[in-house]
């Protein structure tokens, strides 16, 4: 049983930052990827990061030169740092984690979910 649990999210003024954390526990489990996604309302579920263990990092644009993943393999943790949010990124943040190394952006190529944490920007 693979379980991940998100923690860090919470209500922040536009400009400001929070950092997202997620930890995957079972006790065989290694994943090959990890990545966080976001759902606003009315909104599908979108791409935010993510970092495959071979050194392979993706960003969506809209968070390029903001957002920092990094991340240990060995613990099957992974971070997002969130700096001069905006009240676009507004969502529901999901951790993701994966043994498959393909499909790194898309949300189908991941096996595992966290419950999601909420992040609130106001302006």
């Known amino acids: 049983q693979v379980q991940l649990v998100e923690s860090g999210g919470g209500l922040v003024q536009a400009g400001g930052s929070l950092r997202l954390s997620c930890a995957a526990s079972?006790?065989?489990?290694?994943?090959?990827?990890m990545g966080w996604f976001r759902q606003a309302p009315g909104k599908e579920r979108e791409f935010v990061a993510a970092?495959?263990?071979?050194?392979?990092?993706n960003y969506a644009e809209s968070v390029k030169g903001r957002f920092t993943i990094s991340g240990d393999s060995a613990k099957n943790t992974v971070y997002l740092q969130m700096n001069s949010l905006e009240p676009e990124d507004t969502a529901v943040y999901y951790c993701?984690?994966?043994?498959?190394?393909?499909?790194?952006?898309?949300?189908?190529?991941?096996?595992?979910w966290g419950q999601g944490t909420q992040v609130t920007v106001s302006s």
């Open positions: 993701a984690a994966s043994i498959r190394i393909t499909m790194l952006t898309m949300p189908v190529g991941y096996d595992y």
């Open positions: 079972g006790s065989t489990f290694r994943s090959n990827k």
């Open positions: 970092i495959r263990w071979n050194g392979v990092i």
